[in-house]
Antibody
Framework: EVQLVQSGAEVKKPGESLKISCRGSGYIFSAYWIGWVRQMPGKGLEWMGI????????TYSPSFQGQVTISADKSISTAYLQWNSLKASDTAVYYCARLRGNCGGGTCYYQLWGQGTLVTVSS | DIQMTQSPSTLSASVGDRVTITCRASQSISTWLAWYQQKPGKAPKLLIY???TLESGVPSRFSGSGSGTEFALTISSLQPDDFATYYCQQYDSYPGLIFGGGTKVDIK
């Protein structure tokens, strides 16, 4: 079965660091792009950035450039989303999703989604 | 940047109704548009891509139309399982992959 499995919910304090994961299975991880999407409580979907599983080429949304780091380890079919210093406003559900289409040219969409990781940042 | 505007933001309907949600792009995106369904507490699910192509496994009561700047998602006969929030997403170019604000379909 083709699926993306994300790491579990996290509760952190402001200023702490965090790295959440998204493991792909049932397909060739290095042949696809993976994207990260934020959903703040009661709000809509926001694209954060995407990464190619083959060579870790990354494109960030201007809204998230410099705020997070997206990385991948193809040897274990896993993509990551990382913060160096969390803020309360980072509280959200974060989804990873496998993309389909020509992401190198920007024409791709989210075909398969992980279950989401809830990140809560509170003092 | 391209902006995506969905309307309405909320739609109240009954089982069996024909429902149409619209999505407008601030500039032409050809047919580079996808539609997703999201139920509370769940991940989004791809319904339609390239404006009108139904994703495998999605019921045929869902259909998409449009090109350029005006798009629509239509549910021909609303079923109980269809009460959810729907998002459009453009993927014409970077910084793309931008979603519309969402349309919540609830029970009248």
């Amino acid at each position: 079965e083709v699926q993306l499995v994300q790491s579990g919910a996290e509760v952190k304090k402001p200023g702490e660091s965090l790295k959440i994961s998204c493991r792909g299975s049932g397909y060739i991880f290095s042949a696809y792009w993976i994207g990260w999407v934020r959903q703040m409580p009661g709000k809509g979907l926001e694209w954060m950035g995407i990464i190619y599983g083959g060579d870790s080429e990354t494109t960030y949304s201007p809204s998230f450039q410099g705020q997070v780091t997206i990385s991948a380890d193809k040897s274990i079919s896993t993509a990551y989303l990382q913060w160096n210093s969390l803020k309360a406003s980072d509280t959200a559900v974060y989804y990873c999703a496998r993309l389909r289409g020509n992401c190198g040219g920007g024409t791709c969409y989210y075909q398969l989604w992980g279950q989401g990781t809830l990140v809560t940042v509170s003092s | 940047d391209i902006q995506m505007t969905q309307s309405p933001s909320t739609l109240s309907a009954s089982v069996g109704d024909r429902v149409t949600i619209t999505c407008r792009a601030s500039q032409s995106i050809s047919t580079w548009l996808a539609w997703y369904q999201q139920k509370p507490g769940k991940a989004p699910k791809l319904l339609i891509y390239k404006a009108s192509t139904l994703e495998s496994g999605v019921p045929s009561r869902f259909s998409g139309s449009g090109s350029g700047t005006e798009f629509a998602l239509t549910i021909s006969s609303l079923q109980p399982d269809d009460f959810a929030t729907y998002y459009c997403q453009q993927y014409d170019s970077y910084p793309g992959l931008i979603f519309g604000g969402g349309t919540k379909v609830d029970i009248k």
